[in-house]
């Protein structure tokens, strides 16, 4: 049994984005395992008083995040950083769909289309049409993955998911646990977080 | 000449000590010079709305950051990592004084020595008598450099850094800034904010 990480990411996290396109490298490297746990960080915001993204209530932080966006992707050879014009994104549709995928071959590959529509093609993820374009490329069915993501039974899960992730005490995205519920909160901290299980 | 980079940080800021305890041999093995710029975060949160430290106002942000701050310090082989008592820390004498070491040999190893008193030992930084223990311990005379720290001139000369520090887009602390006037904020960012200089 190889050991496992769980990496919580919000699609409307610029920095689950960085993490989302190098996590499966990096463990592979380490012979380790990655849960992907796709959660709403809306509602925690609202805990703490956000009504939307930080980025947003506080200006200064905004700039700075573009920028600092703007070098990662250049120095990781990612795609230029692009914003979309409506931020934070309307991820409840595509973390829907997320769960469906966890349990498919497809997943993987549909998380990190979804990022790379919205970061390196500027696209709004919470658009239909682009959601079922990246599943229709992925050979799915959009019809029926999106019957299944709006199940009500699916969106519970979504609900449960993002009450187990406050219960954790994740307060931002992307963050790691370990199996004995270790926190790291920060694409800064992936190196750190997967070393933590091998040694 | 040796490139500069400012290295802007409160004494408040935990995440400012990891930094102090690291940026001169990091700077020196690139071969490049620091100017350290100590300045007030609590005007700036201020003007955010914050009344006091983020991790005070957002309780799974500040039991987070403890956790990681003791994580890091001893993967650096730090001191085991204290919070004092008062949080945040109380920093305007302290960051005074340390306009007058700016000027002076002394000024590097009394911001070290402070850091470490508040972060290693828990002491209370804003306590007068600290501060004049450890300008003693540095062979200089605590009545002569705390009349220079409370001239009114030294406390308007804080005022207008704080100001700058506003002005050239910082909201946080530590924060890096280059000659062509980018920033960088962070502990996590020191790496890439030196070999921006070099590259």
């Given at each position: 049994m190889k050991d496992v990480l769980e990496f919580w990411f919000d699609f409307a996290s610029t920095y689950s984005y960085l993490t989302a396109m190098r996590i499966e490298e990096k463990a592979n490297a380490r012979d380790l395992c990655v849960v992907w746990k796709p959660f709403l960080l809306g509602p925690i915001f609202a805990k703490q008083?956000?009504?939307?993204s930080p980025f947003i209530i506080y200006p200064a932080k905004g700039t700075y995040m573009v920028h600092d966006l703007k070098r990662l992707c250049r120095d990781r050879g990612l795609p230029p950083f692009r914003l979309p014009d409506q931020i934070p994104a309307h991820s409840v549709l595509a973390s829907r769909i997320a769960l469906i995928g966890l349990d498919e071959t497809w997943g993987v590959a549909f998380y990190k289309a979804v990022f790379e529509a919205e970061f390196?093609?500027?696209?709004?993820?919470?658009d239909d049409n682009i959601l079922r374009t990246i599943l229709s490329e992925l050979a799915q069915d959009p019809v029926y993955v999106f019957e299944q993501a709006l199940d009500i039974k699916n969106k519970q899960r979504l609900k449960e998911q993002t009450d187990q992730a406050e219960r954790q005490g994740?307060?931002?995205?992307p963050s790691f646990v370990t199996p004995g519920g270790e926190l790291f909160w920060g694409d800064d901290r992936l190196e750190q977080a997967l070393d933590s299980l091998i040694t």
């Open positions: 008083g956000w009504s939307t390196s093609q500027g696209l709004d993820i919470a994740l307060f931002g995205a």
